[in-house]
T-cell receptor
Framework: SAVISQKPSRDICQRGTSLTIQCQVDSQVTMMFWYRQQPGQSLTLIAT?????????ESGFVIDKFPISRPNLTFSTLTVSNMSPEDSSIYLCSVNSDEQYFGPGTRLTVT | AQSVTQLDSQVPVFEEAPVELRCNYS??????LFWYVQYPNQGLQLLLKYLSGSTLVESINGFEAEFNKSQTSFHLRKPSVHISDTAEYFCAVRGHTGNMLTFGGGTRLMVKP
């Protein structure tokens, strides 16, 4: 199993600013995933982060907007850059251990 | 590539009534199938999964889902729902050789007294 924590749990930010979300896992994992859940919608994969290599972004997501760090096997960060109200979402960290586990999410509101 | 369709965005039902939440998928490869539940203001939790073997899988809280390969479906059922089952339910698939989950749009189950 894997226990995932995220910081912050929620934030309200002004447009044009950036927010970095942290994800900590209680065990070493090779792959970490970042998902976005827009209001009233399903989860969309933003990118996959492997330790020691550049993150792989899904269609519609770019590194300049969502830079990701993966400094070790238990930690990752996702930055939402130059935010606009359309970035208001829940951002979830996920890992694939014996099954897929999800963090509690970071609820971001951009005003 | 895979895709998942949850036909019902909302399902209102009275307490103790049966419920079925529908899930259909498409994929060019063999897949594993999952149902996740998201209770209000909480994170995603795995409800049940189909990896192989018996096509009928059950959760500890009375839900079950049946994998139907010919109909590419993985519908979730419960014979008698409780108020506490009110939540958002997501169907998801993952290819046998992949690591990425593809989610359906979600179904909001609303159990009324």
């Amino acid at each position: 199993s894997a226990v995932i924590s995220q910081k912050p749990s929620r934030d309200i930010c002004q447009r044009g600013t950036s927010l970095t979300i942290q994800c900590q896992v209680d065990s070493q994992v090779t792959m970490m995933f970042w998902y976005r859940q827009q209001p009233g919608q399903s989860l969309t994969l933003i990118a996959t982060a492997n330790q020691g290599s550049e993150a792989t972004y899904e269609s519609g997501f770019v590194i300049d907007k969502f830079p990701i760090s993966r400094p070790n096997l238990t930690f990752s960060t996702l930055t939402v850059s130059n935010m606009s109200p359309e970035d208001s979402s829940i951002y979830l960290c996920s890992v694939n251990s014996d099954e897929q586990y999800f963090g509690p999410g970071t609820r971001l509101t951009v005003t | 590539a895979q895709s998942v369709t949850q036909l019902d965005s909302q399902v209102p039902v009275f307490e103790e009534a049966p419920v079925e939440l529908r899930c259909n998928y498409s994929s060019s490869v063999s897949v594993y199938l999952f149902w996740y539940v998201q209770y209000p203001n909480q994170g995603l939790q795995l409800l049940l999964k189909y990896l192989s073997g018996s096509t009928l899988v059950e959760s500890i809280n009375g839900f079950e889902a049946e994998f139907n390969k010919s109909q590419t479906s993985f519908h979730l059922r419960k014979p008698s729902v409780h108020i506490s089952d009110t939540a958002e339910y997501f169907c998801a698939v993952r290819g046998h050789t992949g690591n990425m989950l593809t989610f359906g749009g979600g179904t909001r189950l609303m159990v009324k007294p």
